[in-house]
Protein backbone atom coordinates (compact mmCIF):
# COMPACT_ATOMS: atom_id res chain seq x y z
CA UNK A 1 0.00 0.00 0.00
CA UNK A 2 1.53 3.47 -1.24
CA UNK A 3 0.76 5.88 1.47
CA UNK A 4 1.00 9.76 1.26
CA UNK A 5 0.60 12.01 4.16
CA UNK A 6 0.53 15.74 4.00
CA UNK A 7 -0.77 18.61 6.55
CA UNK A 8 -3.83 17.09 8.31
CA UNK A 9 -4.48 14.92 5.03
CA UNK A 10 -3.43 11.05 4.16
CA UNK A 11 -3.89 9.33 1.08
CA UNK A 12 -3.51 5.99 0.98
CA UNK A 13 -3.80 3.63 -2.43
CA UNK A 14 -3.99 -0.39 -1.96
CA UNK A 15 -4.72 -2.97 -4.63
CA UNK A 16 -8.47 -2.15 -5.22
CA UNK A 17 -9.03 1.36 -3.27
CA UNK A 18 -8.55 4.61 -2.57
CA UNK A 19 -8.65 5.54 0.88
CA UNK A 20 -8.91 9.51 1.70
CA UNK A 21 -8.28 11.03 5.18
CA UNK A 22 -7.56 8.82 8.67
CA UNK A 23 -9.62 6.94 11.41
CA UNK A 24 -13.14 7.43 11.88
CA UNK A 25 -13.15 10.30 9.25
CA UNK A 26 -11.55 7.75 6.39
CA UNK A 27 -13.81 7.45 2.82
CA UNK A 28 -13.29 4.62 0.89
CA UNK A 29 -13.83 4.41 -2.87
CA UNK A 30 -12.69 2.21 -6.27
CA UNK A 31 -10.28 3.13 -8.56
CA UNK A 32 -13.39 3.59 -10.88
CA UNK A 33 -14.97 6.41 -8.89
CA UNK A 34 -11.87 8.55 -9.61
CA UNK A 35 -12.86 11.67 -11.29
CA UNK A 36 -10.04 14.27 -11.46
CA UNK A 37 -6.93 15.37 -9.73
CA UNK A 38 -5.59 18.75 -9.63
CA UNK A 39 -1.97 19.72 -8.42
CA UNK A 40 -1.16 23.19 -6.93
CA UNK A 41 2.12 24.17 -6.32
CA UNK A 42 3.00 26.24 -2.54
CA UNK A 43 2.82 29.52 -3.30
CA UNK A 44 3.11 32.93 -1.23
CA UNK A 45 3.92 31.16 2.28
CA UNK A 46 0.62 28.81 1.50
CA UNK A 47 0.41 25.50 1.41
CA UNK A 48 -0.07 23.41 -2.05
CA UNK A 49 -2.47 20.81 -2.19
CA UNK A 50 -4.02 18.09 -4.53
CA UNK A 51 -7.28 18.02 -5.00
CA UNK A 52 -8.98 14.58 -5.64
CA UNK A 53 -12.65 14.61 -7.18
CA UNK A 54 -14.23 11.27 -6.76
CA UNK A 55 -17.89 10.60 -7.92
CA UNK A 56 -19.29 11.63 -4.22
CA UNK A 57 -17.24 14.39 -3.36
CA UNK A 58 -13.94 16.20 -3.33
CA UNK A 59 -11.12 15.77 -1.30
CA UNK A 60 -7.55 18.19 -0.33
CA UNK A 61 -4.50 16.73 0.75
CA UNK A 62 -2.59 19.92 1.93
CA UNK A 63 1.13 19.92 2.39
CA UNK A 64 4.10 21.76 2.86
CA UNK A 65 6.98 22.99 0.43
CA UNK A 66 9.37 19.90 2.10
CA UNK A 67 6.38 17.74 1.37
CA UNK A 68 6.09 18.05 -2.72
CA UNK A 69 7.74 15.23 -4.01
CA UNK A 70 5.73 12.75 -2.68
CA UNK A 71 2.63 14.84 -3.39
CA UNK A 72 3.93 15.30 -6.86
CA UNK A 73 4.18 11.66 -7.12
CA UNK A 74 0.83 11.29 -5.56
CA UNK A 75 -0.25 13.31 -8.47
CA UNK A 76 1.43 11.37 -10.82
CA UNK A 77 0.15 8.39 -9.95
CA UNK A 78 -3.45 9.08 -9.85
CA UNK A 79 -3.09 11.13 -13.10
CA UNK A 80 -1.54 7.61 -14.83
CA UNK A 81 -5.30 5.47 -13.28
CA UNK A 82 -7.08 8.13 -14.73
CA UNK A 83 -5.25 7.60 -17.94
CA UNK A 84 -5.93 4.02 -17.96
CA UNK A 85 -9.50 4.46 -16.86
CA UNK A 86 -9.65 6.49 -20.60
CA UNK A 87 -11.23 9.44 -18.50
CA UNK A 88 -9.93 12.48 -20.47
CA UNK A 89 -9.87 15.19 -17.41
CA UNK A 90 -9.72 18.24 -19.89
CA UNK A 91 -12.68 16.65 -22.23
CA UNK A 92 -15.53 15.29 -19.93
CA UNK A 93 -19.19 15.16 -22.43
CA UNK A 94 -21.73 16.33 -20.20
CA UNK A 95 -24.11 13.81 -18.97
CA UNK A 96 -27.57 13.41 -17.65
CA UNK A 97 -26.64 11.24 -14.69
CA UNK A 98 -23.75 13.26 -13.17
CA UNK A 99 -23.26 12.50 -9.63
CA UNK A 100 -23.12 16.49 -7.73
CA UNK A 101 -19.73 16.24 -7.74
CA UNK A 102 -19.38 15.67 -11.19
CA UNK A 103 -20.79 18.59 -12.27
CA UNK A 104 -19.27 20.75 -9.92
CA UNK A 105 -16.22 18.85 -11.48
CA UNK A 106 -17.47 20.14 -15.57
CA UNK A 107 -18.43 23.65 -14.76
CA UNK A 108 -14.92 23.93 -13.44
CA UNK A 109 -12.72 22.44 -16.32
CA UNK A 110 -14.45 23.98 -18.93
CA UNK A 111 -14.37 27.31 -17.11
CA UNK A 112 -17.93 27.48 -16.27
CA UNK A 113 -16.82 28.59 -12.36
CA UNK A 114 -14.37 31.03 -10.48
CA UNK A 115 -11.04 29.33 -9.44
CA UNK A 116 -11.39 30.78 -6.06
CA UNK A 117 -13.86 31.70 -3.46
CA UNK A 118 -15.89 28.83 -3.72
CA UNK A 119 -16.24 26.42 -1.13
CA UNK A 120 -16.22 22.75 -2.59
CA UNK A 121 -18.95 21.23 -0.28
CA UNK A 122 -21.33 23.80 0.18
CA UNK A 123 -21.32 23.76 -4.16
CA UNK A 124 -21.58 20.05 -4.11
CA UNK A 125 -24.83 20.71 -1.57
CA UNK A 126 -26.09 23.44 -4.42
CA UNK A 127 -25.57 20.68 -7.29
CA UNK A 128 -27.90 18.18 -5.24
CA UNK A 129 -30.48 20.64 -5.48
CA UNK A 130 -30.12 20.80 -8.97
CA UNK A 131 -30.21 17.32 -9.85
CA UNK A 132 -33.08 16.67 -8.17
CA UNK A 133 -35.17 19.41 -9.78
CA UNK A 134 -33.93 18.13 -13.30
CA UNK A 135 -36.75 16.24 -15.21
CA UNK A 136 -36.53 12.63 -16.92
CA UNK A 137 -37.53 14.34 -20.48
CA UNK A 138 -34.68 16.95 -20.27
CA UNK A 139 -31.81 16.75 -21.81
CA UNK A 140 -29.10 19.33 -19.86
CA UNK A 141 -26.47 20.66 -22.08
CA UNK A 142 -24.71 22.80 -19.39
CA UNK A 143 -23.37 22.99 -15.62
CA UNK A 144 -22.11 25.99 -14.30
CA UNK A 145 -21.49 28.11 -10.94
CA UNK A 146 -21.91 31.76 -10.44
CA UNK A 147 -23.54 34.49 -7.95
CA UNK A 148 -27.04 35.41 -8.38
CA UNK A 149 -28.32 39.16 -7.76
CA UNK A 150 -31.86 39.95 -6.80
CA UNK A 151 -33.39 42.60 -9.03
CA UNK A 152 -32.68 45.05 -6.74
CA UNK A 153 -28.81 44.33 -7.62
CA UNK A 154 -28.26 42.85 -3.54
CA UNK A 155 -26.49 39.38 -4.19
CA UNK A 156 -27.79 36.68 -3.09
CA UNK A 157 -24.84 34.52 -2.85
CA UNK A 158 -23.55 31.81 -5.15
CA UNK A 159 -25.67 28.97 -7.12
CA UNK A 160 -25.04 25.56 -9.11
CA UNK A 161 -26.51 26.06 -12.22
CA UNK A 162 -27.92 24.15 -14.79
CA UNK A 163 -28.96 24.31 -18.48
CA UNK A 164 -30.96 22.23 -19.92
CA UNK A 165 -32.39 21.89 -23.73
CA UNK A 166 -35.74 24.04 -22.54
CA UNK A 167 -34.65 26.01 -18.63
CA UNK A 168 -32.56 27.50 -17.04
CA UNK A 169 -32.27 25.97 -13.44
CA UNK A 170 -30.61 27.64 -10.01
CA UNK A 171 -30.39 26.57 -6.66
CA UNK A 172 -28.83 27.09 -3.41
CA UNK A 173 -29.19 25.29 -0.23
CA UNK A 174 -29.27 27.19 2.32
CA UNK A 175 -28.98 25.93 6.32
CA UNK A 176 -32.94 24.86 6.39
CA UNK A 177 -34.45 25.43 3.10
CA UNK A 178 -33.70 24.90 -0.81
CA UNK A 179 -33.99 27.89 -2.99
CA UNK A 180 -34.74 26.76 -6.47
CA UNK A 181 -35.55 29.11 -9.63
CA UNK A 182 -36.57 27.87 -12.99
CA UNK A 183 -36.95 29.65 -16.03
CA UNK A 184 -38.08 28.72 -19.91
CA UNK A 185 -35.53 29.57 -22.40
CA UNK A 186 -37.97 30.50 -25.03
CA UNK A 187 -38.73 33.98 -22.50
CA UNK A 188 -35.23 35.10 -22.82
CA UNK A 189 -35.71 37.69 -25.12
CA UNK A 190 -31.89 39.16 -24.05
CA UNK A 191 -28.90 38.93 -23.29
CA UNK A 192 -26.73 41.41 -21.67
CA UNK A 193 -23.32 41.87 -20.03
CA UNK A 194 -21.98 44.87 -17.99
CA UNK A 195 -18.29 44.97 -16.72
CA UNK A 196 -17.47 45.83 -13.43
CA UNK A 197 -14.15 46.25 -11.75
CA UNK A 198 -14.48 42.39 -9.64
CA UNK A 199 -16.66 41.24 -11.68
CA UNK A 200 -19.08 40.97 -15.07
CA UNK A 201 -23.01 40.50 -15.02
CA UNK A 202 -24.69 38.79 -17.19
CA UNK A 203 -28.61 40.33 -17.46
CA UNK A 204 -31.01 37.91 -18.42
CA UNK A 205 -33.77 39.75 -19.89
CA UNK A 206 -37.35 37.47 -19.81
CA UNK A 207 -40.71 38.67 -21.32
CA UNK A 208 -41.82 40.26 -17.71
CA UNK A 209 -38.77 39.71 -15.06
CA UNK A 210 -35.33 39.71 -15.46
CA UNK A 211 -32.37 37.85 -13.77
CA UNK A 212 -28.69 39.26 -12.64
CA UNK A 213 -25.61 36.71 -12.27
CA UNK A 214 -21.85 37.76 -11.93
CA UNK A 215 -18.55 36.05 -12.05
CA UNK A 216 -14.89 36.93 -13.05
CA UNK A 217 -14.63 38.38 -16.34
CA UNK A 218 -12.85 35.06 -17.74
CA UNK A 219 -15.11 33.21 -16.54
CA UNK A 220 -18.44 35.28 -17.28
CA UNK A 221 -17.08 34.52 -21.15
CA UNK A 222 -16.90 31.40 -20.93
CA UNK A 223 -20.57 31.07 -19.32
CA UNK A 224 -22.59 33.22 -21.92
CA UNK A 225 -20.40 32.04 -25.00
CA UNK A 226 -21.83 28.38 -24.41
CA UNK A 227 -24.87 29.92 -22.86
CA UNK A 228 -25.83 32.20 -26.09
CA UNK A 229 -25.63 29.29 -28.26
CA UNK A 230 -27.97 27.06 -26.12
CA UNK A 231 -30.53 30.20 -25.60
CA UNK A 232 -30.13 30.57 -29.59
CA UNK A 233 -30.62 27.31 -30.13
CA UNK A 234 -33.72 26.59 -28.24
CA UNK A 235 -35.37 29.76 -29.62
CA UNK A 236 -34.92 27.88 -33.31
CA UNK A 237 -36.71 24.66 -32.07
CA UNK A 238 -39.35 26.91 -30.29
CA UNK A 239 -40.12 29.16 -34.06
CA UNK A 240 -40.09 25.16 -35.75
CA UNK A 241 -41.93 24.01 -33.53
CA UNK A 242 -44.76 26.35 -33.91
CA UNK A 243 -44.64 26.44 -37.80
CA UNK A 244 -45.46 22.68 -37.43
CA UNK A 245 -48.11 23.90 -35.35
CA UNK A 246 -49.35 26.12 -37.69
CA UNK A 247 -49.09 23.52 -40.65
CA UNK A 248 -51.28 20.92 -38.64
CA UNK A 249 -53.85 23.32 -37.80
CA UNK A 250 -53.86 24.53 -42.02
CA UNK A 251 -54.03 20.55 -42.90
CA UNK A 252 -57.04 20.48 -40.38
CA UNK A 253 -58.81 23.75 -41.32
CA UNK A 254 -58.47 21.81 -45.52
CA UNK A 255 -60.37 18.93 -44.16
CA UNK A 256 -63.39 20.72 -42.26
CA UNK A 257 -63.41 22.46 -45.33
CA UNK A 258 -63.39 19.58 -47.69
CA UNK A 259 -66.46 17.20 -44.92
CA UNK A 260 -68.58 21.62 -45.14
CA UNK A 261 -68.80 20.72 -49.14
CA UNK A 262 -69.62 17.45 -48.96
CA UNK A 263 -72.30 18.96 -46.34
CA UNK A 264 -73.49 21.64 -49.01
CA UNK A 265 -73.52 19.12 -51.83
CA UNK A 266 -75.87 16.64 -49.86
CA UNK A 267 -73.27 13.48 -49.66
CA UNK A 268 -73.10 13.49 -45.82
CA UNK A 269 -75.99 14.97 -43.32
CA UNK A 270 -75.42 17.36 -40.94
CA UNK A 271 -74.81 15.36 -38.17
CA UNK A 272 -71.92 13.49 -39.73
CA UNK A 273 -70.41 16.51 -41.04
CA UNK A 274 -70.35 17.92 -37.28
CA UNK A 275 -69.25 14.52 -35.99
CA UNK A 276 -66.12 14.76 -38.52
CA UNK A 277 -65.61 18.18 -37.54
CA UNK A 278 -65.43 17.54 -33.62
CA UNK A 279 -63.03 14.63 -34.44
CA UNK A 280 -60.62 16.81 -36.36
CA UNK A 281 -60.37 19.67 -33.57
CA UNK A 282 -60.01 16.80 -30.64
CA UNK A 283 -63.12 17.89 -29.40
Given amino acids: MREYKGHMAKVRLDEEEIILGDGKKEIHFPYTD ?3 VEFNKPSGGMNGNVRIT ?15 DSFEELYKVLGNILTELGIDVDN ?5 DFTPAEMFNYSKINGFCDDIEY ?19 EKVLMYFVAKLHKNNGKK ?3 YAFAVTDTRLIGAQQQFSKVVLDSFQLETITKLRVETKILSDILYIEMDDEFLMISAHSKTMKNIVEKFSEIV ?4 QDAAKSERRGFIIRGSEADEILKYKNLYDSGIITLEEFEAKKKQLLDL
Wanted: with cysteine.
Fill in 34 to 36: LVN
Fill in 54 to 68: YKNGIYVANFTKRMI
Fill in 92 to 96: VPIRN
Fill in 119 to 137: SHDLVIQHFECVKKAIMPE
Fill in 156 to 158: DGN
Fill in 232 to 235: NQAK
